[in-house]
T-cell receptor
């Protein structure tokens, strides 16, 4: 079945450091890939997505490229800010499962000044 | 332009009691999803509605869990004879359609505590 594996946290970085959160997936079809973010005390919200191989999703300085050959969708940001502190979830949706989302376990990021 | 809303935001109940959780999706969204988020865990899929029908109930953990959706809008998730292991945050999401790539929009969740 479909599944998502993401890097375990927690991750603590200094402001302006480079961020990578690894995410790999298993899917039977041609999934779409997502990163969702959950800020403290708030609900999940979409950060970025990519719907086909080699697509790059980007938002708020974050980027992730859909790599079919390595079944990966790693999240990166060149210079993190304190306001990026949150829990990040990698997810996939597969048309074959009615757009059911499969989520990773989440990676907690804390950015310190 | 309201987002997905859920009620109650918090619910404390005693073991063995029934609870009902409500979800109001974004107007016009035909697909609705329920997930469960336990402490330190990822999101666990429970059930999915397309319109009023539920083609995928595979994630419901037991027959104590049921859900319905009426009028293609509001959905209720019912947990009968609650157990302590049911304690979690229950999240509802909706999307315009159910095609791959459709963004799901999440509500704030209902935090359930079973004593």
């Amino acid at each position: 079945g479909d599944s998502v594996t993401q890097m375990e946290g927690p991750v603590t970085l200094s402001e302006e450091a480079f961020l990578t959160i690894n995410c790999t997936y298993t899917a039977t079809g041609y999934p779409s890939l997502f990163w969702y973010v959950q800020y403290p005390g708030e609900g999940l919200q979409l950060l970025l997505k990519a719907t086909k191989a080699d697509d790059k999703g980007s938002n708020k300085g974050f980027e992730a490229t859909y790599r079919k050959e390595t079944t990966s969708f790693h999240l990166e940001k060149g210079s993190v800010q304190v306001s990026d502190s949150a829990v990040y979830f990698c997810a996939l949706s597969d048309l074959g499962t009615g757009n059911q989302f499969y989520f990773g376990t989440g990676t907690s990021l804390t950015v310190i000044p | 332009g309201a987002g997905v809303s859920q009620s109650p935001s918090n619910k404390v109940t005693e073991k063995g009691k029934d609870v009902e959780l409500r979800c109001d999706p974004i107007s016009g969204h035909t697909a609705l999803y329920w997930y469960r988020q336990s402490l330190g865990q990822g999101l666990e899929f429970l059930i999915y509605f397309q319109g009023n029908s539920a083609p995928d109930k595979s994630g419901l953990p037991s027959d104590r869990f049921s859900a319905e959706r009426t009028g293609g809008s509001v959905s209720t998730l019912t947990i009968q004879r609650t157990q302590q292991e049911d304690s979690a945050v229950y999240l509802c999401a909706s999307s315009f359609g159910s095609g791959s790539g459709e963004t799901q929009y999440f509500g704030p969740g209902t935090r359930l505590l079973v004593l």
